[in-house]
């Protein structure tokens, strides 16, 4: 099968390599001797992968590997059309999944959209509720809103009751961003005081980090919260704890990957709330740029650039 392989850490430019490899066996490395094989049409493209390919990711498998968290395809034993989460091997014609982590799509979604379904809209939803304890009628703040973990916790929110304000960078990613469904969206420079304008926020969804990590704190309301989802914007920031104290404010960790895989059961939970907000039609996946299978480097460079909207997807097949 042809793949993609991460050969060595000096980033997207140099580390892939396309590769012709054996198929993998029906076995995953947190499920030994069961997993499911998905022919793979479409493999999802996400910011672990740019930090794989520099080793800066908190996983660090030994080299050379085949990147890619999550796939849509068909089921070889099946033949139905699911989404999968993989955690590596997506970057294939061939990948293996734990079976918890597969889940059908709809007739009417592409491959695409598949693709973009499990690694961002599970965070999305661990991360607002499970972690967040997001309520109806709440107001939530959108970090990163036009890209993939941001459309994708602009609809959850949307489906789970709550008004969302997005953040953006410019007119393009604003668009995405509506088009998600964001009831507002604001910029990215000066966002505080937009929000604090509009009402300010009860919860801020913050997969970007960086030096507007203060102003989220003060862009909330009484007892709001701060979800922490990720450090897309390069820098982990500090925060001066007494800054909760002032109007009785959290900061909380949602490290989804981590907390699910040894426990399934949470997984499959998240799915059937997904699966009703799917239903309903709250969720459906906004596909941004789609590369071939070997311009995986340049889906890589896109991200980590910061240019892209939407999900990037490689289109395998």
Not at 107 to 117: F, M, P, Q, T, V
Not at 129 to 153: N, P
Not at 216 to 245: A, D, K
């Amino acid at each position: 099968m042809r793949a993609i392989q991460i050969t060595n850490l000096n980033g997207p430019d140099e580390a892939l390599e396309l590769a012709d490899l054996p198929e993998p066996e029906p076995s995953h490395m947190f499920t030994p001797g069961s997993g499911v094989l998905v022919d793979v049409h479409a493999a999802g493209v996400a910011f672990p992968e740019v930090l794989q390919s520099r080793g800066e990711y908190q996983f660090k498998p030994d080299l050379p590997f085949v990147p890619g968290a999550e796939v849509g395809g068909v089921a070889r034993e099946s033949g139905q059309r699911v989404a999968a989460c993989c955690y590596l091997g997506g970057f294939a014609e061939v990948a293996v999944a734990p079976e918890y982590m597969v889940f059908p799509i709809p007739d009417d979604w592409s491959y695409d959209e598949g693709a973009a379904l499990v690694f961002n809209y599970h965070t999305a939803y661990f991360s607002l509720k499970l972690r967040g304890r997001l309520s109806e009628g709440e107001t939530v703040l959108v970090h990163g809103a036009a890209g993939g973990v941001g459309t994708a916790s602009i609809q959850i929110a949307k489906g789970l009751g709550a008004r969302v304000i997005g953040v953006v960078s410019n007119d393009e990613k604003e668009q995405v961003a509506r088009a998600a469904g964001a009831d507002e969206v604001v910029r990215a420079d000066g966002f505080k005081d937009a929000v604090k304008e509009l009402g300010g926020a009860d919860l801020v969804l913050d997969p970007v980090g960086g030096d507007r990590f203060t102003d989220s704190l003060r862009s909330l309301r009484e007892e709001g919260r701060v979800v922490v989802v990720g450090f897309t914007g390069g820098s982990i920031p500090e925060v001066r704890v007494n800054r909760l104290l002032l109007s009785n404010i959290e900061v909380i960790g949602a490290g989804w990957g981590a907390y699910v895989m040894p426990k399934p059961e949470v997984t499959l939970q998240i799915g059937n709330e997904i699966e009703k907000l799917i239903q309903s039609g709250y969720v459906k996946p906004i596909v941004g740029a789609t590369f071939p299978l070997d311009r995986a480097a340049e889906a890589l460079k896109l991200i980590d650039g910061r240019g892209a909207t939407g999900k990037v997807v490689l289109s395998v097949r």
